[in-house]
């Protein structure tokens, strides 16, 4: 097993992060901007960061953003947490089925 190194030279769309820069939410744009940042440089794709900042610039213009964001992201842990759960007590389906033994 290897650990990945962060790109640290690797940087976001340039259209994306002027986006971010001039329509987000002021109250929220420094965190927003470094978060991405920091979560592209780990290894996201170009599609994931162009989608963050799309979200933020709609939630920003609609003027709940945050209550909104907090909702999604407990929700998208809570499905990570499940699917985690889910696979590590994923019963062995590999045995015979109704009790039986195989000889």
Same mark, same amino acid.
């Given at each position: 097993m290897t650990d990945r190194a962060p790109m640290m030279d690797r940087d976001p769309p340039k259209l994306? %992060?002027?986006l971010l820069r001039n329509f987000s939410s002021p109250k929220y744009r420094a965190c927003f901007e470094g978060d991405l940042l920091e979560m592209y440089r780990?290894?996201?794709t170009a599609l994931w960061y162009w989608r963050q900042v799309i979200v933020a610039l709609l939630l920003a213009r609609a003027g709940w953003g945050a209550a %909104?964001?907090?909702?999604v992201n407990a929700l998208?842990?809570?499905a990570v947490i499940a699917l985690? %759960?889910?696979t590590f007590t994923q019963a062995d389906t590999g045995g015979s089925a109704h009790g039986t033994y195989e000889h």
């Open positions: 994306a %992060v002027f780990e290894g996201r %909104v964001l907090r909702i998208l842990l809570a985690g %759960v889910g």
